[in-house]
């Protein structure tokens, strides 16, 4: 897959670094050329130092054949206007941008088609609320993943030497079994 990132800050490097395989073919623009070169040093694939709102760097960039457009800096507006051009000059089938605004959850409609014509918007504070809330309602958790749109849940927990978990099958171990633990650990 041609997938084309659009900023190399904390966000896009985490992208970059879950989306780099051999099946993936990834550039990433961003105007800062330290963090591009900080990118190719650890990862292989394309850098461009630029600005990702020029028709003719997203050009360069390959955008005419880019499966997935990834748009992470941190000014919405430029994430938006990413997910546009993509679109009506490209025509990059998913196109997904990060907005902080929480104002414009009123206005879906500017978002999405009849707008900036993004496929799918990332709220970066209500996926961390609901991370936490995660990691609250399982407290022996050190890391929650959600698959299949939250009907499966991998659940990262430290297994201690004679606890509920060593030794056993695994699938033996499941969340109610956890949450007693839990209970019987605090009493």
Same mark, same amino acid.
């Given at each position: 897959?041609?997938?084309?990132?659009?900023?190399?800050?904390?966000?896009?490097?985490?992208?970059?670094?879950?989306?780099?395989?051999?099946?993936?073919?990834?550039?990433?623009?961003?105007?800062?050329?330290?963090?591009?070169?900080?990118?190719?040093?650890?990862?292989?694939?394309?850098?461009?130092?630029?600005?990702?709102?020029?028709?003719?760097?997203?050009?360069?960039?390959?955008?005419?054949?880019?499966?997935?457009?990834?748009?992470? %800096?941190?000014?919405?507006?430029?994430?938006? =206007?990413? @997910?546009?051009?993509?679109? #009506? /000059?490209? $025509? &990059? +089938?998913?196109?997904?941008?990060?907005?902080?605004?929480?104002?414009?959850?009123?206005?879906?409609?500017?978002?999405?088609?009849?707008?900036?014509?993004? %496929?799918?918007?990332?709220?970066?504070?209500? =996926?961390? @609320?609901?991370?936490?809330? #995660? /990691?609250? $309602? &399982? +407290?022996?958790?050190?890391?929650?993943?959600?698959?299949?749109?939250?009907?499966?849940?991998?659940?990262?927990?430290?297994?201690?030497?004679?606890?509920?978990?060593?030794?056993?099958?695994?699938?033996?171990?499941?969340?109610?079994?956890?949450?007693?633990?839990?209970?019987?650990?605090?009493?």
């Amino acid at each position: 897959m041609k997938i084309l990132i659009i900023g190399a800050g904390r966000i896009g490097t985490s992208v970059a670094e879950s989306l780099v395989s051999e099946d993936n073919d990834i550039t990433v623009i961003d105007k800062n050329p330290e963090s591009i070169s900080l990118l190719q040093a650890r990862f292989d694939l394309r850098g461009i130092v630029g600005n990702a709102l020029s028709p003719a760097l997203l050009t360069e960039a390959s955008a005419n054949d880019t499966d997935l457009l990834i748009a992470v %800096t941190s000014s919405d507006e430029t994430n938006l =206007a990413a @997910t546009l051009l993509a679109d #009506k /000059l490209f $025509n &990059i +089938p998913t196109r997904i941008a990060r907005v902080r605004n929480e104002e414009l959850r009123s206005y879906p409609r500017i978002l999405k088609e009849e707008g900036f014509s993004a %496929t799918t918007i990332i709220w970066p504070e209500q =996926a961390l @609320t609901r991370y936490l809330v #995660k /990691l609250i $309602n &399982i +407290p022996e958790a050190l890391q929650v993943q959600e698959f299949a749109e939250g009907r499966v849940s991998l659940v990262v927990v430290r297994a201690e030497a004679g606890g509920p978990m060593v030794g056993g099958p695994v699938g033996a171990v499941s969340y109610t079994h956890l949450r007693a633990h839990e209970t019987l650990r605090h009493l």
